[in-house]
C-alpha cells in the first residue's frame, strides 16, 4: 500500500492476473476518493471514484473499494493488461478545504 | 488527450534565467491548479484559481508567480529557482474549486530542470 517514505511500493504482475492497489488515507472525514493513473512521460489520469457513503464502485476492468473504519481505500484491476503499467494514486478530499490530497503511489508492472 | 494542455513539456534553465510556463484548458472549468511532482514524493499543491481569483497560496516561494488572465488559461512564472526546484509541474483544472466530487482533469506536466 501507500505510505510516505522514499521507496514507492511496487506490484508486479503477469498478464491476465487481477491486480489489488491499496491506500491508506489519513483524514476520517475525507467524503469522496479518486483513483488516478499516471503513465510514464504523461500527467495523472482519473480512473474512478466513488464517494464516502458508498463502499464499492465498478467500472470497465476496475473496482474501488472502500472502507471507512479503517481508513482503506483498494482498487482491483480485472484481466490486467500491459497498458495498464502505470503509477496509480488514490487522492482524498476535504469536506473543510475542498482541497485534494494525494498520495504516494503505487508502481504496478505487467509482465506479457 | 484530457483537454489540459501544458507548455513547454521540457525547459532547462540556469539559476539566473526567467522563464514561464503555460497551461490551457479546453474545458469549460472554472478552477485551476498548479502542482509540483519530484521523485518519490506525493504530488504537491502549489496554487489554486477560481474564476481567475487566486484562492490557495501554499507557502510556496515568492521566485514562482503565477498569473490567471481568464478561466481558461493559467501561467507559471520562474525567476531565480534553485537546484531543487527541478521537477514536473502539473497544470489542472476542475469544474469548481473546493466542492466536493472534485475531479481534476491534468495537463501532460513541464519537466523543469534548473542548472
Known amino acids: 500500500g501507500e505510505s510516505v517514505g522514499l521507496h514507492l511500493p511496487t506490484l508486479s504482475v503477469q498478464e491476465g492476473d487481477n491486480s489489488i492497489i491499496n491506500c491508506a488515507y489519513s483524514?476520517?472525514?475525507?467524503?469522496?476518493f479518486i483513483w488516478y493513473k499516471q503513465e510514464s512521460g504523461k500527467g495523472p489520469q482519473f480512473i474512478i471514484d466513488?464517494?464516502?457513503?458508498?463502499d464499492k464502485r465498478q467500472g470497465q476492468r476496475v473496482t474501488v473499494l472502500l472502507n471507512k473504519t479503517v481508513k482503506h481505500l483498494s482498487l482491483q484491476i480485472a484481466a490486467t493488461q500491459p497498458g495498464d503499467s502505470a503509477v496509480y494514486f488514490c487522492?482524498?478530499?476535504?469536506?473543510?478545504?475542498?482541497?485534494?490530497?494525494f498520495g504516494q503511489g503505487t508502481i504496478l508492472t505487467v509482465h506479457p | 488527450e484530457t483537454g489540459v494542455t501544458q507548455t513547454p513539456r521540457h525547459l532547462v534553465m540556469g539559476m539566473t534565467n526567467k522563464k514561464s510556463l503555460k497551461c490551457e484548458q479546453h474545458?469549460?472549468?472554472?478552477?485551476m491548479y498548479w502542482y509540483k511532482q519530484s521523485a518519490k514524493k506525493p504530488l504537491e499543491l502549489m496554487f489554486v484559481?477560481?474564476?481567475?481569483?487566486?484562492?490557495e497560496n501554499n507557502s510556496v516561494p515568492s521566485r514562482f508567480s503565477p498569473e490567471c488572465p481568464n478561466s481558461s488559461h493559467l501561467f507559471l512564472h520562474l525567476h531565480t529557482l534553485q537546484p531543487e526546484d527541478s521537477a514536473l509541474y502539473l497544470c489542472?483544472?476542475?469544474?469548481?474549486?473546493?466542492?466536493?466530487?472534485?475531479?481534476?482533469?491534468f495537463g501532460a506536466g513541464t519537466r523543469l530542470s534548473v542548472l
Open positions: 474545458l469549460g472549468h472554472n478552477a
Open positions: 466513488i464517494r464516502s457513503n458508498m
Open positions: 483524514n476520517s472525514a475525507s467524503d469522496y
Open positions: 484559481y477560481s474564476l481567475e481569483e487566486r484562492v
Open positions: 487522492a482524498e478530499n476535504s469536506p473543510l478545504s475542498g482541497k485534494l490530497t
Open positions: 489542472a483544472s476542475s469544474l469548481h474549486a473546493g466542492q466536493a466530487k472534485n475531479i481534476q482533469y
